[in-house]
C-alpha cells in the first residue's frame, strides 16, 4: 500500500541522496583501485606513469638517478699482471694528463679505449685505475643500460 502522508519532493529527494551517495562510493572504489594497480604495474616496469612505450618506464630506478663518479681511487699498483696491457696503458695516462704535448705536435687524439675480454679478466679495474693515475673522475656505466639511439 502507498502511504498518503509521504509526499512525492520527499521520496524524490532520497532517491536522490541514495544514488549520490552510491556514485560517490563507486567513484571511490575506482579511484582507490586505479591509484592501487598504477604503483603496482609501475613497479613492474611496466606501463607506469610516463606512459606506454616511454623509456623511463622500462628503467629501473636506480639508473634514473644522476650518474656520479666512483669514490674509490685505483692505480695501476692494484692492478696484478696484464704488464703489456698497462704498459700501453700508461700512454693514455700520459695523454690524460698532458693533452697539449700530444696535440702540439699533430699527433690525432684518441676518442676513447676499447677494452675487451672474457668476464672477470680485469678489464673494468683497469679503466678505474687509468682513471685513479690520470687523477680523473670515473663513471661507471654497463652497456645494457645505456638506450638504443636511433636515427
Given at each position: 500500500?502507498?502511504?498518503?502522508?509521504?509526499?512525492?519532493?520527499?521520496?524524490?529527494?532520497?532517491?536522490?541522496?541514495?544514488?549520490?551517495?552510491?556514485?560517490?562510493?563507486?567513484?571511490?572504489v575506482?579511484?582507490?583501485?586505479?591509484?592501487?594497480?598504477?604503483?603496482?604495474?609501475?613497479?613492474?616496469?611496466g606501463?607506469?606513469?610516463?606512459?606506454?612505450?616511454?623509456?623511463?618506464?622500462?628503467?629501473?630506478?636506480?639508473?634514473?638517478?644522476?650518474?656520479?663518479?666512483?669514490?674509490?681511487?685505483?692505480?695501476?699498483?692494484?692492478?696484478?699482471?696484464?704488464d703489456?696491457?698497462?704498459?700501453?696503458?700508461?700512454?693514455?695516462?700520459?695523454?690524460?694528463?698532458?693533452?697539449?704535448?700530444?696535440?702540439?705536435?699533430?699527433?690525432?687524439?684518441?676518442?676513447?679505449?676499447?677494452?675487451?675480454?672474457?668476464?672477470?679478466?680485469?678489464?673494468?679495474?683497469?679503466?678505474?685505475?687509468?682513471?685513479?693515475?690520470?687523477?680523473?673522475?670515473?663513471?661507471?656505466?654497463?652497456?645494457?643500460?645505456?638506450?638504443?639511439?636511433?636515427?
Amino acid at each position: 500500500m502507498v502511504d498518503p502522508k509521504v509526499s512525492n519532493k520527499s521520496r524524490f529527494a532520497q532517491e536522490l541522496i541514495s544514488t549520490i551517495l552510491f556514485t560517490v562510493a563507486v567513484g571511490l572504489v575506482w579511484v582507490m583501485g586505479a591509484a592501487a594497480l598504477q604503483k603496482y604495474v609501475g613497479s613492474l616496469g611496466g606501463i607506469g606513469a610516463s606512459g606506454v612505450g616511454s623509456s623511463s618506464s622500462y628503467a629501473p630506478k636506480d639508473l634514473n638517478k644522476e650518474v656520479m663518479p666512483e669514490k674509490n681511487v685505483k692505480t695501476f699498483k692494484d692492478v696484478k699482471g696484464c704488464d703489456d696491457a698497462k704498459q700501453e696503458l700508461e700512454e693514455v695516462v700520459e695523454y690524460l694528463k698532458n693533452p697539449t704535448k700530444f696535440t702540439r705536435l699533430g699527433g690525432k687524439l684518441p676518442k676513447g679505449i676499447l677494452l675487451t675480454g672474457a668476464p672477470g679478466t680485469g678489464k673494468t679495474l683497469l679503466a678505474k685505475a687509468i682513471a685513479g693515475e690520470a687523477g680523473v673522475p670515473f663513471f661507471y656505466r654497463a652497456g645494457s643500460e645505456f638506450e638504443e639511439i636511433k636515427n
